[in-house]
């Protein structure tokens, strides 16, 4: 038996990473536990017990009303009580533990051709378990239904320990099955009339389910307590068949209320999702980085409908689909301004992401203000909800409030968050009044203040608007049954908190006035605003896509991107973690961010760790030889990581000694004092250097040729472009800076690099040391000034390199115009070369093969370039040689430049370069080219790996020899 002490979690790192789930609202909990079986949940809670602590249940974390945060002990079951136990494809069910993820059940029975039809769009990171307890719906639940009515059986632990099991028909427990009787005989009348009237009352108990009518089961009445009568240990969900084939009809209207009054004629027979947003989502997205023409896909208008069809055949969903439009026309109603079929995968899969995408989108508004649940999940009957947002609107002008809804408009749910000022009195004030007339607004309409993220703290409090007395009470004693001593989820449902209690982002959010060395542009230069981008909805939590690694390593909320989100907002508020920049536990929680900037992009609203991490390390340690003495000292591997430019530049003044430092290093006892002295992992290899610098073989190579490397006029007439030759490059493999010397010159270009040294500044960026980098990037800028006025294109060949030019210097030099101008010139090897071929150039290269067949490739895409760059002009490029490509699709490597070299983080490290790099390349068949423009992905394969990785450049030098 483990001891349940062991289980727990009171450090304030991982506290500070618990205090809020996807809602408004912070609770700092007094521990957090990840319990692995059945008995560690029973321990918890008799310690729960002895300590007085309150219990609350926690799943992925998304929930937005608040319902997953508490001052008292967190149980996550997210992190190892998450198996499945068993399908069962005749019965359609399947046996699960409660943190299994919806996702994970999916692909499951996808095997079997079947699903779990409640899909919300946080799927990919939440846990069957919280949708059970929130009874979660998502965009199906017009064909397939809400949680609970997709729960056949749950077993729950109570507060003394005890296991019972719950199903149609009553519970494992006599006295337990007649004392729910009983409120059902008590309270007929009521349940019949005021609950389960409409497909989408969440609000409340689902206490109808207890009628004989509704097979007095009491496992459905259960969904939906939100955390308050006990803990899930275990489920029996219902699984649906799949349609065979679907397609997508997308509806244009002229703004986002015809779109809800339309919806309720399309609740017919094959149409399984009916989803509505407005055009002002788009205008949220559009405004993100790279999103600018977010949308294309959709037809023109200003409000839509998201239908997918089924069908037997593709051709039958696809007719099926093309009739959407027409019965939307025969009701009458509305004008539908346009409309689209949709079959292609790809196609359909980029409109759903819009959709999907729209909770963190919309919490920037399209001017760039923040937005806030709260008031994000109210439902009213489908045939009422067109009017019932003309009315939601009034009354946001009213107030002078903005939003931006979407939502499920074909059960009457509608999704919006609000413009509401949460860091003044006054503000909060505002919000409180919008709440109280937004509830009797939707009780006017027969509606719930939930449709399917449960009530919590943000809207327990709103049931007495939309509920009787009676209702009320009937709540109560279904709670007392199952936790009368009020152990579990207290504030929730049944005596609720006010709904201003404990605001995350409220008055008093910030105790310290920091000023950041990073522009914040997109933030009105404020850490705070920038902080405030997260929500909490989760995305870093998902195993699909690039973010977050460390969290795909270690599974640890602590070191997902919203823990670390969190751990910095508890740092700017001060009243957990009092120190400021000096905090150790935001150190802790940043430790494992590899920098990736994965985040930056596909976070929903744009959360760019590696930005604030390198804003933290900087604030946290200072700067200059200060800052590596003392107690608060930064670690040695800064001092040899982030100095590594200078350190090989100075080297590489006295000719030869690069090469005798690799002879000296080649041995190993020596090698790893070296690295030991120096704060580097010893389990590493250590990197060498090139003989001599690249911009030394290339002063001398043009030397000999008589070129002349000034700006101004080629005497033969081709354009110039500029090679950056950046410090890996540059000192440490010069292999593909001589490989592009070649191809550019081979395309018909006079190639020049800067008269002197230069550099982006990357490893200082990294390990924090902005002083240092600003002054690094000031001087290079003086450096390429003669260039940047000849107006030439400078082509990066190190992705990270190439980001830092292209974003990261205009942050940290906002009023240097040479930044500006930098920035805009520098592309990617990849993207001159492609366009260069779409403008008609020089084409001197000719097809790879390999054994007469088309030459095939692992590529390990760059997480900067992932992330910032893109890398559609490289495939074009690499296919126009006949290369077929396998693009690894984990994400970042795991190097991540110093970030694997530095003690400690070697296992997360290894882990990532497993999760799918490794394991391609050891399954390539021989012959197969690796792929790998950065540095660090290459020094990643060839210790992880026995191949060795190639760059685009070296790809096209050996294109150049099968050229006609």
Request: net charge negative; glycine share 10%; aromatic share 6%.
């Given at each position: ?15 500070a ?9 912070r ?11 059945v ?8 310690l729960a ?43 359609a069910?399947?046996v ?36 059970v ?11 397939w ?115 809800a ?41 200003g ?49 759903w ?72 009195e006054?503000g ?43 209702a ?117 929680a ?47 591997a800064h ?31 020596l ?24 911009a ?14 000034r ?49 982006c ?9 902005l ?39 205009t ?10 101008t ?9 993207k ?31 997480c ?91 790809v ?9």
């Amino acid at each position: 038996m483990v001891s349940s002490t062991a289980l727990l979690r009171e450090d304030l790192t991982t506290r500070a990473a618990y205090i809020s789930d996807a809602s408004i609202y912070r609770r700092m909990p007094a521990a957090v536990a990840e319990p692995r079986s059945v008995e560690e949940i029973r321990e918890l809670l008799a310690l729960a017990r002895e300590k007085g602590w309150p219990v609350v249940s926690r799943g992925g974390g998304t929930s937005v009303a608040g319902n997953a945060i508490g001052d008292g002990l967190v149980i996550d079951t997210s992190r190892h009580f998450n198996r499945i136990l068993s399908i069962d494809p005749e019965t359609a069910t399947a046996v699960i533990e409660p943190g299994v993820i919806c996702d994970q059940l999916r692909d499951a029975a996808a095997e079997h051709g079947l699903t779990y039809g409640p899909d919300p769009s946080t799927h990919s990171r939440c846990t069957i378990g919280g949708m059970v307890a929130n009874n979660a719906c998502g965009s199906h639940s017009v064909a397939w239904g809400t949680s609970a009515e997709n729960l056949v059986a749950v077993t729950v632990m109570l507060a003394d320990g005890r296991e019972v099991e719950l199903k149609a028909g009553g519970s494992s427990e006599q006295a337990l099955t007649e004392a729910l009787t009983g409120i059902r005989d008590n309270h007929r009348a009521m349940l019949r009339t005021e609950l389960g009237q409409f497909p989408r009352q969440v609000s409340g108990y689902g206490l109808h389910y207890l009628l004989e009518e509704n097979g007095f089961d009491v496992a459905k009445a259960f969904a939906g307590t939100e955390g308050t009568c006990g803990v899930i240990t275990r489920m029996t969900v219902q699984l649906v068949r799949k349609p065979a084939q679907t397609a997508l009809a997308v509806l244009s209207f002229d703004d986002s209320f015809d779109a809800a009054s339309a919806a309720p004629a399309l609740r017919v027979r094959d149409v399984a999702t009916i989803e509505g947003m407005g055009g002002d989502l788009l205008d949220a997205l559009r405004m993100r980085p790279g999103q600018e023409d977010a949308g294309q896909e959709l037809p023109e208008g200003g409000g839509w409908l998201y239908c997918e069809v089924g069908g037997e055949t593709l051709e039958a969903a696809e007719a099926r689909a093309h009739e959407i439009r027409g019965i939307v026309d025969a009701a009458g109603k509305v004008t539908v301004r346009n409309a689209v079929v949709v079959t292609d995968p790809a196609e359909v899969r980029a409109l759903w992401r819009i959709r999907e995408a729209s909770a963190g989108i919309v919490t920037r508004l399209p001017d760039g203000g923040e937005a806030w649940p709260g008031w994000e999940d109210s439902a009213v009957p489908p045939e009422h909800l067109g009017d019932y947002l003309r009315d939601l609107y009034a009354l946001l002008a009213d107030l002078d409030l903005r939003g931006i809804p979407f939502g499920h408009f074909g059960e009457g749910c509608v999704h919006i968050r609000i413009s509401f000022d949460f860091a003044t009195e006054s503000g909060v004030e505002v919000y409180r009044t919008f709440i109280d007339r937004a509830a009797k607004l939707v009780h006017r309409y027969g509606g719930s203040v939930s449709g399917e993220h449960g009530d919590g703290r943000a809207r327990s409090a709103l049931l007495s608007t939309i509920y009787s007395p009676e209702a009320l009470q009937a709540f109560r004693e279904f709670k007392r049954v199952f936790d009368p001593d009020g152990l579990f989820n207290p504030g929730v449902v049944v005596d609720p908190e006010p709904i201003d209690q404990g605001i995350r982002p409220g008055p008093g959010a910030r105790k310290f006035d920091l000023t950041p060395v990073h522009a914040f542009s997109h933030d009105g230069g404020s850490v705070a605003g920038a902080l405030n981008r997260c929500v909490g909805v989760g995305a870093c939590r998902s195993d699909v896509g690039a973010m977050c690694p460390s969290f795909v390593a270690t599974k640890d909320e602590v070191h997902s991107t919203r823990g670390r989100m969190r751990s910095l907002a508890e740092m700017l508020r001060g009243e957990n973690l009092k120190d400021g920049w000096k905090s150790k536990e935001t150190l802790e929680a940043l430790d494992l961010c590899l920098s990736c900037k994965a985040c930056a992009t596909e976070c929903p609203v744009n959360v760019d760790m590696a930005t604030y991490k390198s804003e933290f390390l900087h604030h946290h340690y200072g700067e200059g030889l200060r800052s590596f003495v003392g107690r608060n000292r930064r670690p040695m591997a800064h001092a040899v990581m982030g100095w590594l430019p200078v350190l090989a530049r100075l080297m590489n003044l006295v000719p030869g000694v690069p090469t005798l430092a690799n002879a000296a290093m080649s041995v190993k006892p020596l090698q790893k004092t070296v690295m030991k002295l120096g704060g580097v992992e010893t389990q590493r290899d250590m990197i060498t250097f090139a003989d001599k610098p690249l911009a030394s073989w290339f002063r001398k190579r043009a030397k000999a040729a008589g070129d002349d490397l000034r700006p101004g006029e080629d005497p033969q007439g081709r354009p110039s472009v500029v090679l950056w030759p950046d410090s890996w490059t540059n000192f440490m493999s010069d292999g593909p800076g001589k490989a592009a010397v070649e191809v550019l010159e081979a395309m018909g270009y006079r190639v020049l690099m800067p008269m002197g040294d230069v550099c982006c500044g990357m490893t200082w960026h990294s390990t924090g040391q902005l002083d240092a980098l600003k002054r690094e990037v000031a001087r290079t800028l003086g450096v390429m000034e003669p260039l940047l006025e000849a107006g030439y294109p400078v082509v990066g060949l190190e992705p990270s390199c190439t980001v830092m030019l292209q974003d990261e210097i205009t942050e940290l030099l906002p009023g240097d115009p040479r930044a500006k101008t930098l920035s805009e010139r520098t592309v990617t090897l990849g993207k001159f070369v492609a366009d260069h071929l779409d403008a008609g150039g020089q084409w001197p290269f000719g097809t790879l093969e390999v054994e007469g067949h088309s030459a095939e490739a692992v590529c390990q895409v760059h997480c900067h370039q992932k992330s910032m760059l893109g890398y559609d002009p490289e495939l074009k490029v690499l296919d126009k040689l006949g290369v077929d490509v396998d693009v690894v699709g984990g994400g970042c490597c795991g190097l991540a430049g110093n970030f694997g070299f530095e003690p400690g983080h070697l296992e997360v490290s290894r882990t990532l370069g497993e999760r799918e790099l490794f394991p391609k390349i050891r399954a390539a068949a021989d012959g197969t080219l690796i792929l790998a423009d950065g540095f660090s992905c290459r020094t990643q394969i060839s210790q992880g790996t026995e191949a060795e990785g190639l760059t685009l450049a070296e790809v096209l030098r050996s294109a150049l020899s099968t050229g006609t």
